[in-house]
């Protein structure tokens, strides 16, 4: 610790300030790091759950939107009406598959990815067994239509609203799973950032208060000593070891006052050489 107390007081002063820089530079980019990983991981939260809830949302409605279209196509009568309600159809079986396709980019996790999976299953089975429905509608034979949903179609028709739902849930669940495991971890960010703020300010202080002792005792003796040398004494030692500009200038101190007190000796033998002539003079 020598070496810092023999440093130049203008280094001092700039390694101190670099210091608090330094610390300051850190504070800045945990902070700055923390809160890019929270951002990051609610982007992922919102792509992976909030996103794909909507592709299951749209998913689910039209699956429901076709069923009741298939209905409506066993009711009407009218060709043209027919005609009408399976290009509706059409229409819903290809937002029911893009956004199928579009949920399956945004599976994370296992689990997940074998409930898609179950749900891709029971389509293969139920598209068949649709199409059938529609080309039996539109000849007219709608026993052979109604036979096709009953029975098993039926089961597969409930299995398909079941897995839809069950995905939907896993979503709802895990989404909010990780969102209240975020909101934990976004809290321990903040003490952790309060606890790095406080240590930095504390560490600052410490050092702001080390660097003043270090400049302001020595100068203190300074000005001491030279309160005594100003009201005359001349026997004062200044002790100060450092190669600072402050140790410096107690060593000129100390050369000034070994200078006053050889002059003053020397002022002292004149003197009495002086009285010791007169007084042979007057002897």
Known sequence: ????????????????????????????????????????????????????????????EGYQMRRGLLKDLIIQTDSKSDENIVKQIRTVDTTINENVIAYEDAIITEEDRLIYEELLT?????????????????VGENDKAMGLMSGDGSKIASEVEQTIEKIIQYNVETGRNLSEEYSKNTVTTIYM??????????????????????????????????????????????????????????????????????????????SEQVATGSKQVSD
């Not at 700039?14 to 980019?29: K, Y």
């Not at 003043?212 to 003796?221: E, H």
């Open 122 to 138: 029971l389509f293969e089975k139920y598209n068949p067994l649709k199409d059938g429905f529609i080309e039996y509608a539109l």
């Open 1 to 60: 610790m020598r070496w810092f107390y023999n440093m130049k007081i203008n280094r001092k002063l700039i390694i101190s300030f670099i210091i608090v820089a330094l610390i300051s530079g850190i504070v800045g980019t945990i902070g700055i790091t923390q809160i890019n990983r929270i951002d990051k991981a609610y982007g992922e939260l919102y792509e992976s759950y909030g996103v794909s809830l909507g592709y299951l949302t749209k998913v689910s």
């Open 193 to 270: 950032m309060v606890i790095v703020i406080a240590v930095g300010i504390l560490f600052a202080v410490l050092l702001g208060i080390f660097i003043s002792r270090n400049i302001s005792k020595p100068v203190n003796k300074l000005v001491l000593e030279a309160n005594k040398i100003a009201d005359g004494d001349l026997n004062t030692q200044i002790e100060v070891n450092t190669k600072d500009e402050i140790g410096m200038l107690a060593g000129a101190f100390s050369k000034m006052t070994d200078n006053l007190n050889e002059i003053m000796m020397n002022i002292s033998q004149a």
